[in-house]
């Protein structure tokens, strides 16, 4: 019996066989690696024309004059600006300048990340050229269905104001934004809208690290 299972082991083990496996799981690795770039390929530029689309909304959606604002190429980001940003609880990606239909500086249009409940909150909040806040939009997120994206969606909190439209008028003269203080949450909503008032914060603090 012994032996029975010794020669059963030598045959499973052939190298032949292993050889065979190997090139067989090479070649169908090789086959799925192809095919997923293939797929990449096919839908990177797509999703990037998407992105840039939701980009360019959400742009004009946080200017006060958005018929009348152009904006600008996209401004060299210094490390204080960076760095206030980060201390503020978001990332800095970009920031554009905005002007009105005379040429006259209106602002800034500045794209932040910060963390949600469910992973990051991409928007574009709007500040005037005296510090205030013109808007907020979101671009990119992936909150809770029904829950944090009530914030996304600018649902209105307890008092009847958006979620989002709260933070028009809030500048540094305000202090540091915090929900509960001078900042509202949506009911469940919770960390969805602390997200989104740490890129506000960010925000704010980009821009006046500019000096």
Same mark, same amino acid.
């Not at 496996?21 to 990177?44: D, P, R, S």
């Not at 210094?78 to 990332?91: E, N, P, Q, R």
């Not at 009847?160 to 949450?185: C, E, R």
């Given at each position: 019996?012994?032996?029975?299972?010794?020669?059963?082991?030598?045959?499973?083990?052939?190298?032949?066989?292993?050889?065979?496996?190997?090139?067989?799981?090479?070649?169908?690795?090789?086959?799925? %690696?192809?095919?997923?770039?293939?797929?990449?390929?096919?839908?990177?530029?797509?999703?990037?024309?998407?992105?840039?689309?939701?980009?360019?909304?959400?742009?004009? %959606?946080?200017?006060?004059?958005?018929?009348?604002?152009?904006?600008?190429?996209?401004?060299?980001?210094?490390?204080?600006?960076?760095?206030?940003?980060?201390?503020?609880?978001?990332?800095?990606?970009?920031?554009?300048?905005?002007?009105?239909?005379?040429?006259?500086?209106?602002?800034?249009?500045?794209?932040?990340?910060?963390?949600?409940?469910?992973?990051?909150?991409?928007?574009?909040?709007?500040?005037?050229?005296?510090? %205030?806040?013109?808007?907020?939009?979101?671009?990119?997120?992936?909150?809770?269905?029904?829950?944090?994206?009530?914030?996304?969606?600018?649902?209105?909190?307890?008092?009847?104001?958006?979620?989002?439209?709260?933070?028009?008028?809030?500048?540094?003269?305000?202090?540091?934004?915090?929900?509960?203080?001078?900042?509202?949450?949506?009911?469940?909503?919770?960390?969805?809208?602390?997200?989104?008032?740490?890129?506000?914060?960010?925000?704010?603090?980009?821009?006046?690290?500019?000096?």
């Amino acid at each position: 019996m012994s032996n029975e299972v010794k020669t059963k082991e030598k045959i499973d083990m052939d190298p032949k066989y292993i050889v065979k496996l190997t090139v067989t799981l090479l070649g169908t690795c090789l086959i799925v %690696a192809l095919l997923l770039g293939l797929v990449n390929g096919v839908t990177a530029g797509p999703i990037a024309e998407i992105n840039q689309q939701k980009t360019e909304a959400a742009m004009l %959606a946080v200017v006060s004059d958005p018929d009348n604002t152009t904006f600008s190429d996209a401004l060299e980001l210094s490390g204080d600006m960076t760095a206030a940003a980060t201390a503020a609880g978001g990332t800095l990606n970009v920031m554009l300048e905005t002007e009105v239909q005379n040429g006259e500086a209106a602002g800034y249009a500045v794209k932040v990340t910060a963390s949600g409940s469910q992973g990051s909150i991409e928007m574009m909040v709007g500040v005037d050229a005296e510090g %205030a806040v013109t808007g907020v939009s979101v671009v990119n997120q992936s909150e809770t269905s029904g829950i944090g994206t009530k914030v996304v969606g600018n649902e209105p909190t307890a008092s009847g104001v958006g979620v989002l439209d709260q933070f028009i008028g809030k500048s540094a003269a305000d202090g540091t934004l915090t929900v509960g203080t001078n900042v509202d949450a949506i009911t469940g909503a919770t960390v969805s809208t602390k997200g989104v008032t740490a890129g506000v914060n960010a925000a704010l603090a980009a821009v006046a690290a500019m000096g």
